[in-house]
């Protein structure tokens, strides 16, 4: 199975900020990873296909790059609501696999 | 627009099972491939279970092999999970998602429902 690991675990930034999280896979998945967004007792949303592709309605705010085994999501101009957990995903080979998520809190 | 509606979550002992159902609606349900993914309580996502767009390919976590079957009737525009010997570590929020379509073999994840609390507890 393909591992994904998030880096950092968490992060606390200041409204305006940017931040970076990273993922890396254990093996090559080319392109194949996305981002999601997941507030408390809400449903996850999908926010970064194919590493750096934009799902509709997805803010400009959100960029996604990488390839291979590493990648990362940067998320510009923080805002109070984009406090949240943010999880990458695997979906280059079956079972697909989910990096343990990294809490974002913006102050 | 794209709904997914899921159903037949609850309580159950453990070794019991369990039917869940994912009520599609918004688009062709029969063009898209879809998904199970859970959340244990405090814990992040785990994928569970896929099916292709015409339910002749289905694909499994291995906690789910064996105990857990995903299939689909297009018709009724219905996703299920029939979950059988649960256990205890099943409790979770069970989401259905639909895979979007692209020019890869396998394609992202783009459209999820709002989750089914399945408790296994004696």
């Known amino acids: 199975d393909i591992q994904m690991t998030q880096s950092p675990m968490s992060v606390s930034a200041s409204v305006g900020d940017s931040v970076t999280i990273t993922c890396r896979a254990s093996h090559d998945i080319g392109k194949s990873l996305a981002w999601f967004q997941q507030k408390p007792g809400k449903a996850p949303k999908s926010l970064i296909y194919?590493?750096?592709g934009l799902h509709s309605g997805v803010p400009w705010k959100f960029s996604g790059s990488g390839s291979g085994t590493e990648f990362t999501l940067t998320i510009k101009s923080l805002r109070p609501e984009d406090s949240a957990i943010y999880y990458c995903q695997q979906y280059d080979s079956y079972p697909w696999t989910f990096g343990q998520g990294t809490k974002v809190e913006v102050k | 627009q794209v709904q997914l509606v899921e159903s037949g979550g609850g309580v159950v002992q453990p070794g019991g099972s369990l039917r869940l159902s994912c009520a599609a609606s918004g688009f062709i349900f029969g063009d898209f491939g879809m998904h199970w993914v859970r959340q244990a309580p405090g814990k992040g996502l785990e994928w569970v279970a896929g099916i292709w767009s015409g339910g002749t390919s289905k694909w499994y976590a291995d906690s789910a092999k064996g105990r857990f079957t995903i299939s689909r009737d297009n018709v009724k525009n219905t996703l299920y999970l029939q979950m059988n010997s649960l256990r205890a570590d099943d409790t979770a929020v069970y989401y259905c998602?639909?895979?979007?379509?692209?020019?890869?073999?396998?394609?992202?994840?783009?459209?999820w429902g709002q989750g089914a609390l399945v408790t296994v507890s004696s």
């Open positions: 194919a590493a750096s």
């Open positions: 998602a639909r895979e979007d379509v692209c020019p890869t073999v396998t394609c992202p994840l783009d459209n």
